[in-house]
């Protein structure tokens, strides 16, 4: 069975969320944009849903974690290469991420990490799969 992902993450300011993952390279898909909300496409198969907190209240009953404060998720996407890895995490950098992770090297794996704006932290890792 084919199922897409849909990673639902709420942001304090939608423009600004827009303005980092562009400058890190991702694009959205105005079918599914408005004031409340934008899809950013990570794959063909994977997508994140950034919805401004009321928006992203309306749909939950327990209280809204403050991810500058308590770790909520770790969001891993996978890589081609080594240097895609630090490229990224660089883009995330010049586009101010508030923290950049040390490299982590686990066997084959190479990783980094970096929060976005609003606190969510995101590893990127390349694990070649030979």
């Known amino acids: ?4 992902t849909f990673l639902n ?3 304090k300011d939608l423009d600004r969320s827009v303005e980092f993952f562009t400058a890190l ?3 959205f898909d105005q079918n599914f ?7 950013m496409v990570i794959s063909d198969d994977s997508y994140a849903m950034l ?3 009321p928006f992203f209240k309306s749909f939950i009953t327990k209280d809204l974690a403050d991810a500058t404060k308590v770790a909520e998720v770790i969001t891993a996407l996978t890589v081609d290469s080594r240097e895609q890895v630090d490229q990224l995490v660089a883009k995330a950098r010049a586009a101010g991420s508030p923290r950049i992770g040390d490299v982590v090297e686990e066997g084959p794996m190479y990783s980094r990490s970096f929060e976005d704006p609003d606190g969510h932290i995101w590893e990127i890792f390349h694990m070649p799969l030979d």
């Open 1 to 4: 069975m084919a199922m897409k």
């Open 9 to 11: 993450l709420p942001v």
């Open 25 to 27: 390279g991702f694009t």
């Open 33 to 39: 944009t408005d004031e409340n909300a934008t899809c």
């Open 51 to 53: 919805l401004v907190e």
